[in-house]
Structures are given as C-alpha cells and as structure tokens.
C-alpha cells in the first residue's frame, strides 16, 4: 500500500463516519504519523524501493548491526538524530526522504538556519561521498561530525 499525503488523508476523512475511525486508520496504517511503526515501515520500504539490504547500509552507516536491526525493528529507541542521519545517508535518502524519515522518528527536520543541518542539507542533496566524506567535511567548516552510536549526549 502507498503512503497518503495530508491532501488524500483529509478527502478521505471528509468522507469517514465516526464509527469507521478505526477502519480508517487501519486502511492509512502507512500514512497515519501516530504509528509506532511508521519510521520502519517507512524505511524498509525505501530500502526495498532502492534495491538496498538493511546490512550494507548498516556497514555504510557504520552502526553496529544489531543495533542497527533494534532500532529499524523498532526494539530500540535512540535520541540521537545524527544515528538516523547515518542511516538515512547510508541508504541514499533523497533530503526531502530524510526529512520524512526524521519526522516519522519524531525527531527534528534538519534546519536551514542552523549552520550544520545547512551543510547536512548540502550534503544529502549533493552526495560527496561516504558517511567518512561528509565527516570530513563537516570538521573542515568546524563543525561537529555526525556522531556514532557508541557516543552518547
């Protein structure tokens, strides 16, 4: 099932009775944000999409696998937005995919105003390389690198 923009969500509701709410939701499990499951919902089915193994982008990303596996399982949870940032990166997210990945984990969109979410935005528009390239780039322009796992707040 495809996910639903808010532009079909609403068309759709416009036309729900009260007492189908829960035949709603679960036609719209995709497209409905309050999902537990909608960041891995979401990212497996851009993996699949993108012809791409949850184990290369775990290497790519260079996040241990089995947390990488808990975290898309949804087993565990992580507070640190640059792990789903490596992720994203990793599995070749598009910005705008990233954006969507990160609201469905119930994170912060990357920023344009804040100068690091604006080099990040940079780089996932531009690909300069590997997750190591884009490090790289960051500490050049003084800026924190995308911390990993094994690195707490």
Same mark, same amino acid.
């Given at each position: 099932m495809k996910e639903k923009? *808010?532009?079909? #969500?609403?068309?759709?509701?416009?036309? *729900?009775?009260?007492?189908?709410? =829960?035949?709603?939701? $679960?036609?719209?499990?995709? %497209?409905? %944000?309050?999902?537990?499951?909608?960041?891995?919902?979401y990212v497996?089915?851009? #993996? &699949?999409?993108?012809? #791409?193994? &949850?184990?290369?982008?775990?290497? &790519? $990303?260079?996040?241990?696998e089995r947390y990488g596996y808990k975290l898309l399982s949804g087993e565990k949870r992580t507070r640190q937005r640059d792990v789903i940032l490596r992720i994203c990166y990793a599995?070749?997210?598009?910005?705008?995919?990233? &954006?969507?990945?990160?609201?469905?984990? =119930?994170?912060?969109e990357l920023y344009s105003k804040v100068p690091r979410d604006a080099l990040l935005m940079i780089?996932?528009? =531009?690909?300069?390389? %590997?997750? #190591?390239d884009v490090n790289d780039l960051l500490n050049q322009k003084g800026l924190q690198p995308l911390r990993t796992s094994g690195v707490q707040d």
């Open positions: 923009n *808010t532009k079909e #969500l609403n068309e759709v509701l416009g036309k *729900t009775h009260l007492s189908d709410f =829960e035949k709603y939701c $679960a036609e719209n499990k995709e %497209s409905v %944000s309050d999902n537990s499951e909608a960041f891995s919902i497996k089915n851009l #993996l &699949q999409e993108k012809k #791409l193994t &949850q184990q290369y982008v775990f290497l &790519q $990303a260079d996040i241990p599995a070749k997210f598009s910005l705008a995919e990233t &954006q969507r990945a990160l609201k469905k984990y =119930e994170m912060p780089a996932f528009n =531009e690909r300069p390389g %590997s997750i #190591l």
